[in-house]
């Protein structure tokens, strides 16, 4: 019997997974990805007996695998908070998904481990842009505001390594990411005496610095719309860059599209005060999904960003 961890490779999924492993500590082989990299059920080849805890990825992306993998005799626990799509009835499967637009898979987690590695859950609220639920699930603990406002670089951090076209983009890959911080209880603990978390620090300060001389390929009242060049710096910072826009610009809609042959990627965040709209914004395109608040389109072809604009404009009008 063997235990498989797929876990998306963002801060959500990784603290997702450390808030399970302090807990229940076990070897595992860990499938994991860029943060767009969603598919990941498809990587797993496992029989009778084996379990899957699988994190923070689509179910309805990975329903396919996910059907394979129970007829073969796997017993899988899974956590997210993506529209899943019809939910498949079988007695080895456990879901525990919750598409609120304040829900992430960490905050899940940590209501299936009763609060017991809060910290980490917190990380991850952070790293998810979701600063309100975050700061209500902080409010639980005895937290000073230095020490919150760590937590939150540490999420930001972390969510920023995710983010790239391939492997080749990323600083680290999410499971050494993983590696590194499993060995800490407390987050505090992971940015005080890891060097990974300086060199990711630095290097995230790096990329927002080259983003944000770039002026909006187009602004109008309460939406913005910002192309990336075609660099690995570009695909590393466009997430964080975004959030960054939605935190200066709340009341406003934000699309970040980064320039690759061809096409482009596509992220949309929803206003803050009105966070939905975004997930059905970018499934109006092959390859688009994601969550009311924030959602993404994987290959824009060029002959499409006329419809992507115009549609970018309805989709938020006030
Ligand atoms: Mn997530």
Redesign the pocket.
Known sequence: MKFYDIF?G?A??ICALQQLRLEEPRDSVLVTGVKRDIRLLERVHAGGGDELTVL?ISLRTNAGDLSRLLAAGVRCRYFD??APGIIPQHPNLRTFIDTAPDA??SLIVDQYLKGRHRSWAIV?AFG?NLAEAALRTAATMQIDGGDLERLQRLGEVMNYNAYGETIDDLHYHPADLFEALRVYRDPLDFINSEPVYDVLRNALAEDLDRAEVLAPAFERGDRALYVLPDAAWSRRIHGHFGNRVALVEPERANAVLVKKAGGYTVSVRAPRGRPTGADALCRMFESGGGREAAAGINFLPESDYPRFVAEFEKAFAA
Request: net charge negative; hydrophobic share 10%.
């Open positions: 998306n963002d959500d999924g923070d908070h993506h992430c898979t991850a998810d």
